[in-house]
């Protein structure tokens, strides 16, 4: 009897540990990560290889969670988006776990748990965002099962645009693409509100970067805030952040949020 009493306990334990990964505290404020390779992060990736370095600012917390691969919640640690972005890539530090830590820290976060969605995928250019591509579908998908297991949507953490650099016609439409992203996310999500932060690009793979730069300014949709990454250190000297930038960009973006907090009162 003692014996069964002590499996049954083990088997509670368990099963209690599994519902805790599974649905953590129900006043998460989350936060979709999306875009492309700085998004998903190149911080301290030098020829496809990670250095394993991790700022103080990235340090993981137990109030800081992240939507796994497979739609579980764990805690978050860089790289942020293992797993996520393409195999083909190897991904270090982003902007998402400085931007977590920045929020928490200012104890304005609205919530004892930051849940960060990870979506970006390196190299995609806008239109392959757009609504009925497989990239907004994983994005709405993973975004949904963020708010079912409890909590709500702070805002869309957006930084893409350097593929879209390349060609004049994709330069041209970024403006009417980033719109109907913007607008398909909020009907699709049901917040018609929803604020999204946009990131200016720092760098670009074609000729047309201030092009893109143009049309990210340009956007004058209610609640889209734009952040400007031109000038942080750029690590390969034309493409992706430097692992301290992304910290800066991290810290940046939190107070573009903790802004429009203050703005909506």
């Not at 600012?57 to 739609?71: H, K, M, Q, T, Y």
């Not at 009417?176 to 699709?188: K, W, Y």
Request: proline share 4%.
């Amino acid at each position: 009897m003692l014996l069964l009493l002590l499996l049954l306990v083990a088997s509670s334990s368990l099963s209690q540990e599994g519902v805790l990964a599974d649905v953590p505290p129900s006043n998460k404020l989350v936060f979709i990560l999306a875009g492309q390779s700085n998004m998903a992060g190149r911080g301290g990736v030098v020829a496809n290889r990670w250095d394993g370095v991790v700022p103080g600012d990235c340090a993981p917390s137990p109030a800081v969670l992240r939507l796994s691969p497979d739609l579980r919640w764990e805690e978050a640690r860089e790289p942020l988006h293992a797993g996520i972005d393409a195999a083909n890539h190897a991904v270090g530090v982003g902007p998402g776990m400085a931007f977590a830590n920045a929020l928490l820290r200012s104890g304005r976060a609205g919530g004892a748990v930051v849940g960060l969605v990870p979506c970006a995928v390196g190299g995609t250019r806008m239109a392959e965002w757009g609504r009925g591509t497989e990239l907004y579908a994983e994005m709405l998908r993973r975004a949904r099962v963020a708010v079912e297991t409890g909590g709500r949507i702070g805002a869309l953490l957006w930084y893409q645009g350097e593929s879209d650099t390349v060609r004049w016609s994709d330069a041209t439409e970024y403006g009417r693409r980033m719109g109907m992203l913007v607008r398909d996310l909020r009907a699709d999500l049901g917040i018609p509100h929803l604020l999204v932060i946009q990131v200016g690009l720092a760098s670009g793979l074609g000729q047309y970067t201030q092009v893109v730069r143009d049309a990210q300014k340009g956007i004058k949709l209610r609640n889209v805030r734009f952040v400007d990454a031109m000038g942080l250190p750029l690590q390969d000297g034309h493409l992706h952040l430097s692992t301290q930038a992304q910290v800066q960009l991290g810290r940046m973006l939190a107070q573009s949020y903790l802004n429009y907090g203050t703005s909506q009162l």
